[in-house]
């Protein structure tokens, strides 16, 4: 168990015995997780074993869940509770507007290993389509406890994309809110979940401010307005580059502003193999993104 599943289940476990009008559907990917909490609060959970194709069902049924007064949170692999059941997601959730939390692991290449089917890098830009959805990127454990708490019960659909591969920067982290993590003159870099790690192995020594988001809708533009420096802006995303641009071109408000991308380029993911095997495939090393950093102060 990865650290940030390890936290779900702890954020989970902490949400349930303290409010009783929430509940867990899980598909088979996530029904091992809670043997002892399900023996407690049988009437808690709703265990979709060996679910299949069938998460589109699920999100429905939580939807009548939200319906009813309940506060659903259904978690398993991105690809299939966004991708496989976005249409229910968009109708069942976002046009009826109810409540409701997405826990999905696995985004991205995380899951690569498995084929393309197991991948999910365009979770951010999807979602974002959806009017009232809320996304959530935490780049650490206690980051994802503290943005669930926050927002579990907002009475909106929110999507949270946990990650295997956790930044290693402890910042106080708080729901739709950036961090200015440090300032310099010759660009700004918005880093985003755990991205922050490669950007700070890249940047650390560099005249560039870092701004970090783990909250991407609702996004928080005042910070991004605030600390734009030299009209240079490197983006850097752990899911298809330019996932964020609506969000982004919204806050820039038309100004003019030399920007590039760092992320997955817009391609099925065919090479097999874990997220550090294919950095370089994606330009995911630090050499690669200071590479582009000096191209784009040029």
Do not use: W
């Not at 299949?52 to 429905?60: L, N, R």
């Not at 509770?81 to 997601?89: N, P």
């Not at 780049?139 to 659909?157: I, Q, S, V």
């Not at 240079?232 to 502003?257: D, S, T």
Request: a negative charge; proline letters at 5%; hydrophobic letters at 45%.
């Amino acid at each position: 168990m990865n650290l940030m599943i390890s936290q779900f289940y702890q954020t989970s476990k902490a949400v349930l015995e303290m409010d009783d009008r929430a509940v867990v559907l899980m598909a088979a990917s996530g029904a091992f997780l809670f043997p002892d909490l399900k023996r407690k609060y049988p009437q808690k959970f709703v265990e979709a074993v060996d679910v299949g194709i069938m998460e589109q069902s699920m999100v429905s049924i939580a939807a009548g869940m939200s319906i009813a007064g309940m506060i659903p949170i259904i978690y398993g692999q991105s690809p299939f509770i966004i991708e496989r059941a976005y249409e229910q997601i968009k109708v069942d959730f976002g046009y009826q507007q109810l409540g409701g939390n997405f826990v999905g692991f696995g985004a991205s290449t995380e899951n690569a290993i498995y084929g393309a089917t197991h991948c999910c890098p365009a979770d951010l830009a999807v979602l974002g389509m959806i009017p009232g959805m809320e996304i959530v990127v935490p780049g650490r454990p206690d980051e994802y406890h503290t943005l669930f708490l926050e927002a579990y019960a907002d009475n909106h659909p929110t999507y949270y994309r946990i990650t295997r591969y956790c930044n290693s920067y402890n910042k106080p982290v708080m729901f739709g809110k950036a961090n200015i993590v440090k300032k310099g003159c010759k660009a700004t870099v918005l880093a985003v979940g755990p991205m922050l790690e490669l950007a700070m192995q890249a940047f650390k020594d560099e005249d560039v401010t870092i701004l970090y988001y783990t909250t991407i809708v609702p996004f928080d533009e005042k910070t991004l307005q605030a600390n734009l420096v030299n009209d240079r802006l490197l983006v850097m995303e752990p899911a298809y580059q330019g996932g964020m641009l609506p969000q982004i071109a919204k806050a820039l408000h038309g100004n003019m502003m030399k920007m590039d991308l760092v992320g997955y380029p817009l391609e099925f993911i065919t090479n097999h193999g874990y997220v550090a095997d294919n950095a370089s495939r994606y330009g995911l090393t630090v050499e690669q993104v200071k590479s582009r950093y000096q191209e784009l102060i040029k």
